[in-house]
């Protein structure tokens, strides 16, 4: 029996497209893993562990983990579980911050452009490694300068001391083959910097071309191809690192470099900055506040356990970062053995780790070109997950704040903005382009992250209310989070994000790289780019308590209200997509008992539910009319009757 919802005194309203769900649970574990498992594993959090301590710094990683990381993402996971719903229309919840959303597809968007430059680096390496010698392997080719020393120099050295420097055939090969980053002003003068834009690399132009179209052929169909590629993607760097590692573990030098990785250094624990490094790359490494876990959640069937997978997920994405450094570190140790160097002086982060250190100690190794190329392949597929989920961000955002004009044409959507964001990305494609892609990643996704996380936990435990949020919960997965998940949302999470974000000024400095400072122009459009994304929690704020009419308390009454379409779209195969009724005349009439409907009686039955009510109640369940609590002298807003799954 259907019941017909009509609206009086206006047309209907176009029939949304149907959205999209996960084919299986595994696309969805596999996509997530994907997403929090990137190159900072591999580049970042090894360096770090050297840095703060060595196993020491196990003990603020963890202590993170389970008071920061791990609760917000959760938050995440369960928030678009719920209403199935991306990031910016999911505020449905709490219009006043409407703003949080924009600003997590912002965030996104800056990401995406540098990040898929470093997939296109990646792809650079990969190609220039099928090859009998690694191109970077000695000093004898056109790009070399006279500074460069082959590692076989630095080995056979006798007089080298603690400040020992010196540029190796690898650096130069990144710097300036691939990237160029010198610019010939004639007479022998070179210049490098931000404001010296030089000449456009077309080969670095075409590979990220490259990279763009990989990203769109597995993304064109959605949720549907790109839950199929990361079964691949999400899998072979576990492969590689495994290979790695046994590989690494048997080469001379391996044991020292692991012992400089884990040896465990106690007083580092009384460094603020040990502690701040911990937060940053938690938080990063999950990838919260980028509304990535809020576009993939969305996809979920509405009963899925979203607190187990929340659980699974941050700890193997965890695990990976510890299992990664024994891999990077079992190389370096091999490195710094070969040329006869501490350890600390082969060590590096980053793009230097990644694209300097370990491409020469591969130089170092037996069939040195086959080990390359699963290195950079293994860096590609790292870095297209998150590529994936951070691009599907912005094409959710988009297709569900206006499903009838574009959840049928998310394809076209998906291709307008990878040609936007490739054009935006030409900029890091010229002999400037490695100061254009540090400065984003210095100030596009840094304290305005912590920000918008910051607002979204306080906007869901304490505005939008710990007992709906948890009520919320229950009704997806039949029981609420327990003591741990509400303190850590309402005041442990909150504090630790105010605690990262009052150091990250402290501690802020003009973004630098490899020793060359940028100009004050650069700077200035650096932090723009950082105060353009949390500028729109705010202003969206403000947007919405103005756009509502009454008095100024009536109107922010209502910005921190539910809206009226606010509630789980996608509920069960037993139960029906339900809509809202905004804008009926009499609402409260058109939901009946199907008894009283049997029987011939509808006027004097009361609602099932108030469609208007902030409490949100699936359709009604016919199994539930025993418990009816209309018939047993119940209110209206009893959550007794209502289909619990």
Not at 115 to 140: G, K, V
Not at 601 to 612: F, S
Request: charged share 15%; glycine share 8%; with cysteine.
């Amino acid at each position: 029996m259907e019941v017909e919802m009509k609206e009086k005194g206006r047309p209907a309203e176009p029939e949304e497209p149907e959205r999209e769900q996960w084919s299986a649970k595994m696309d969805f574990m596999l996509s997530m893993l994907g997403y929090c498992v990137g190159l900072g594993n591999v580049w970042r959090f090894p360096y770090l562990c050297y840095k703060n301590g060595g196993g020491a710094f196990l003990i603020p990683y963890l202590i993170m983990l389970t008071f920061a990381g791990l609760p917000l993402f959760f938050m995440e996971l369960a928030l678009g579980q719920y209403a199935s719903l991306g990031p910016v229309t999911i505020w449905r919840c709490l219009p006043l911050f409407k703003g949080i959303g924009i600003a997590m597809c912002i965030i996104s968007g800056l990401v995406c452009i540098y990040y898929n430059m470093i997939i296109a680096w990646s792809l650079y390496y990969m190609f220039a490694s099928f090859t009998s010698m690694l191109p970077w392997r000695t000093c004898n080719n056109w790009w070399n300068t006279p500074n460069c020393v082959e590692t076989s120099a630095v080995a056979n050295a006798t007089n080298k001391t603690e400040n020992y420097t010196r540029i190796s055939p690898s650096e130069e090969y990144f710097h300036e083959r691939v990237l160029k980053y010198s610019v010939d002003l004639g007479n022998g003068t070179t210049v490098r910097g931000i404001e010296h834009t030089g000449t456009m690399s077309w080969e670095l132009a075409l590979v990220l071309l490259l990279a763009w179209i990989i990203v769109f052929a597995c993304l064109c169909k959605g949720v549907k191809s790109s839950g199929k590629v990361v079964y691949f993607t999400a899998t072979f760097p576990y492969i590689v690192l495994i290979i790695l590692l046994i590989r690494g573990a048997i080469l001379p030098g391996a044991r020292e470099g692991i012992i400089f990785y884990i040896k465990p250094d106690f007083n580092r624990l009384k460094d603020s900055q040990v502690w701040y490094d911990a937060a940053s790359q938690i938080f990063y490494s999950l990838g919260v506040a980028f509304g990535g876990i809020l576009a993939m959640s969305s996809y979920n069937k509405f009963n899925n356990n979203c607190h187990r997978d929340a659980v699974i997920i941050a700890l193997s994405n965890c695990g990976t970062s510890v299992f990664a450094g024994f891999a990077i570190f079992s190389y370096i140790g091999y490195m710094s053995h070969e040329l006869n160097m501490p350890v600390g002086k082969v060590v590096a982060s980053g793009s230097g780790l990644a694209f300097i250190a370990y491409p020469e100690a591969l130089t170092l190794m037996p069939i040195s070109p086959l080990w390359s190329i699963l290195f950079f392949f293994m860096l590609l597929t790292l870095g297209l997950d998150s590529q994936f989920v951070m691009l599907e961000t912005i094409v959710t955002a988009l297709s569900d704040e206006y499903p009838t004009l574009l959840r049928k044409s998310k394809t076209w959507v998906l291709l307008a903005i990878c040609v936007v964001l490739y054009l935006l990305g030409l900029t890091q494609c010229t002999q400037a382009g490695i100061f254009w892609l540090e400065m984003m990643n210095w100030y596009s996704a840094g304290f305005c992250l912590i920000i918008t996380a910051l607002f979204m936990a306080i906007g869901i435990s304490w505005i939008y209310g710990i007992k709906r949020f948890s009520a919320d919960i229950k009704e997806m997965i039949g029981y609420e989070p327990n003591i741990y998940f509400k303190a850590c949302w309402m005041i442990i999470s909150p504090g630790l994000m105010l605690f990262i974000f009052i150091f990250s000024l402290v501690q802020y400095s003009p973004v630098v790289y490899n020793g060359i400072a940028y100009p004050s122009w650069a700077v200035t459009l650096g932090l723009l780019m950082a105060f353009f994304s949390i500028l729109m929690i705010p202003l969206f704020g403000v947007i919405e308590v103005f756009k509502n009419k009454g008095s100024f308390a009536e109107r922010f009454r209502k910005a921190i209200t539910p809206d009226e379409k606010w509630g789980p779209a996608i509920i069960s195969g037993e139960q029906k997509e339900w809509k809202s009724t905004e804008g009926l005349d009499n609402p409260a009439s058109t939901i009946y008992d199907p008894v009283a409907m049997e029987n011939g009686r509808t006027g004097d039955q009361p609602p099932l539910y108030d469609p208007r009510s902030i409490n949100r109640y699936p359709l009604y369940d016919p199994r539930s009319l025993q418990q009816d609590p209309i018939r047993n002298g119940g209110s209206i807003n009893d959550t007794s009757y209502s289909s619990r799954l």
